[in-house]
Every structure is written in structure tokens, then in C-alpha cells.
């Protein structure tokens, strides 16, 4: 059985930057759990992750973040592409089967196990199975809407639990 789960979208718009997750995962076509916990702060509070796939291989790379944040002082952009470095090289690591956004006050980024960092030239960022609906909800809003970045945040999940299957209503919110 495949195991699906996840939507994250981080937005920074006006100043702030935003993440949201769901809470639902997905294991076949039952619902296994509704209140799951998909972002988490790193660093002191300064810096939020969002994961989508295995939750153990989101788990290992969220320790190995939060190891380089400590061993650059914090610095967001040199720990991923340290990371991301680690990731694609290391035996293990490299089976992990995850996707990571991680932003701070400075900058958003993805990583892949591809050894992606990516630095979005909008500030939206979004993965996961509903991460394309969430994405499109995002730039329209940021686009068309007087919303702040958590308006923004919260209702494209809300979009994007409409339209994915493997999305809820069950949203986590970190603001920095």
C-alpha cells in the first residue's frame, strides 16, 4: 500500500512569510489519521520546515536540518545546500523519499533528494499530493486578493482540500 499525505504551502507576501500543512495521511483509500502535524519550527523558532512523503524520512531529514543550522549559525541557505549536498551523496539518505520547504525571515527554499535548492522568484512554495492546487490558489491570491500571507496560506489549503482527495480541512498555521 502506498502511503499518501500532505499538502504544504509557505507564502511570502507583505512582509511576512506563512506555513500551512494538513493534518490528513492517507494509507490506500482509508483515512488513517485527520490531525497529523506536517511543519514543525527548527532553529530556536526562526526557521519552518513543511515535509511531504515517508514520515521517518521527513523525521531524519528534519534532524539533519536543524544539525546544519546549528553548525552555520542559523545560516538557512548554506544548511540546505549542505543538506542537500548530504542527501544526494550519503547511501542512506539518498533512498529517503521526501520533499522539504523551509523558509526563515530571509528566504523560502525547497529541497529534493535530487539535491534541489530552490529559491522561488514569487515567495510561494507548495508540495505534496495537493501541492499544485494549493500553488495555483496561492499566486491567485497573492495576485488578485488584499489578504496577508496566513489569510493567503490558509485559504489556498482550504482550495486545495477541496479539490485533492488526500487533502483536509485540518490546517497547521506558523507565521513568522
Not at 515517508?54 to 549542505?82: C, I, M, P
Not at 520533499?99 to 522568484?121: H, K, T, W, Y
Amino acid at each position: 500500500m502506498q502511503v499518501r499525505s500532505t499538502t504544504v504551502v509557505a507564502v511570502r507576501h507583505r512582509e511576512m512569510v506563512a506555513m500551512a500543512g494538513d493534518g490528513q495521511v492517507t494509507l490506500g483509500n482509508v483515512v488513517v489519521k485527520h490531525q497529523a502535524r506536517k511543519i514543525r519550527r527548527l532553529y530556536h523558532g526562526r526557521v519552518i520546515t513543511g515535509f511531504a512523503g515517508a514520515t521517518a524520512d521527513a523525521f531524519t531529514l528534519f534532524d539533519k536540518l536543524e544539525q546544519q543550522l546549528e553548525q552555520y549559525s542559523g545560516n538557512l541557505l548554506r544548511a540546505a545546500v549542505e543538506l542537500a549536498k548530504e542527501w544526494r551523496t550519503d547511501r542512506m539518505l539518498r533512498r529517503l523519499e521526501a520533499m522539504m520547504v523551509a523558509v526563515d525571515a530571509e528566504r523560502s527554499l525547497l529541497l529534493s533528494g535530487n539535491g534541489d535548492v530552490i529559491e522561488p522568484d514569487d515567495g510561494i512554495l507548495a508540495i505534496g499530493s495537493g501541492g499544485p492546487y494549493a500553488h495555483a490558489a496561492a499566486k491567485a491570491l497573492v495576485a488578485h486578493s488584499g489578504l496577508d500571507a496566513p489569510e493567503i496560506c490558509r485559504a489556498a489549503m482550504e482550495i486545495a482540500g477541496g479539490l485533492c482527495i488526500y487533502t483536509n480541512d485540518s490546517i497547521h498555521l506558523e507565521v513568522l
